[in-house]
């Protein structure tokens, strides 16, 4: 089945350390996306990538990291910068922009609690 | 800059009702629209868009939108809810026309809750 896999589902880290966000897509898709979700602040853009080792900062990029080695993968690091880090991450994907469609597909979601 | 307002945080409603969750944009381009749902600790399922063409989108599990220019609205709707409907809406737009590859502008989400 084709789509994208978010691991791990719940991540617990003490404050102070840094933590990877893994995101996997078989889509074939070229962009992948990483959305910071807070209650009744809907999603907000991290970071995006339109193509292998190539990414842009999105809205809220300040104590995140991420690299794009790979098409089918799009890791996402909270640093210990990150000054409110507790939240749900959930990355994205979308195909070719020639196809006149911006649709994105989303994985399942982490949900990071740093105590 | 493109914005998205959702005029509801929460509506609550009966089983078998009618229901319609409301969306607003502002943007000084032609944009596509969307609707995407959440189930709790779930991520996001695309509902429906509109790229072109009619205003009146049909998408999955009964629910339809109307794309209003005028208004720069796009209204969700459901004739007839279910218990199952309860969820998370949230409406987004981007530029098609724009330099920023396929990037989607959320508003702040619906929460949808079906009482019996």
């Known amino acids: 089945d084709g789509g994208i896999t978010q691991s791990p589902k719940y991540l617990f880290r003490k404050e102070g350390q840094n933590v990877t966000l893994s995101c996997e897509q078989n889509?074939?898709?070229?962009?992948m996306y990483w959305y910071r979700q807070d209650p009744g602040q809907g999603l907000r853009l991290i970071y995006y990538?339109?193509?292998?080792?190539?990414?842009q900062k999105g809205d809220i990029a300040e104590g995140y990291s991420v690299s794009r080695e790979k098409k089918e993968s799009f890791p996402l690091t909270v640093t210990s910068a990150q000054k409110n880090p507790t939240a749900f991450y959930l990355c994205?994907?979308?195909?070719?922009?020639?196809?006149?469609?911006?649709?994105?597909?989303f994985g399942p979601g982490t949900r990071l609690t740093v105590l | 800059a493109q914005s998205v307002t959702q005029l509801d945080s929460q509506v609550p409603v009966f089983e078998e009702a009618p229901v319609e969750l409301r969306c607003n944009y502002s943007?000084?381009?032609?944009?596509?629209l969307f609707w995407y749902v959440q189930y709790p600790n779930q991520g996001l399922q695309l509902l429906l868009k509109?790229?072109?063409?009619?205003?009146l989108v049909k998408g999955i599990n009964g629910f339809e939108a109307e794309f209003n220019k005028s208004q720069t609205s796009f209204h969700l709707r459901k004739p007839s809810v279910h218990i199952s409907d309860t969820a998370e809406y949230f409406c987004?737009?981007?530029?098609?026309?724009?330099?920023?590859?396929?990037?989607?502008?959320f508003g702040q989400g619906t929460i949808l809750t079906v009482h019996p």
């Open positions: 994205a994907s979308s195909p070719p922009r020639l196809r006149g469609t911006d649709t994105q597909y």
């Open positions: 889509l074939n898709h070229d962009a």
């Open positions: 990538s339109q193509i292998v080792n190539d990414f």
């Open positions: 943007s000084s381009v032609s944009v596509y």
């Open positions: 509109y790229l072109s063409g009619s205003t």
């Open positions: 987004a737009v981007s530029d098609p026309g724009g330099t920023s590859y396929g990037k989607l502008t």
